[in-house]
């Protein structure tokens, strides 16, 4: 079963589960998701 991604998601959790949205974040101005520091911070 696939999780829903909600605007509450963690970066962490998104990322582990689908390693290829890193390049869209990125892409899309949030170069932050690289961060240490931003691994427990929602995507909202």
Do not use: V
């Not at 509450?8 to 170069?31: H, R, V, Y």
């Amino acid at each position: 079963m696939t999780k829903k991604i909600t605007k509450k998601t963690k970066l962490s959790e998104l990322l582990s589960a689908n390693p290829d949205a890193a390049e869209i974040l990125f892409d899309a101005g949030m170069s932050c998701c690289g961060c240490p520091c931003s691994q427990q911070e929602s995507i909202e």
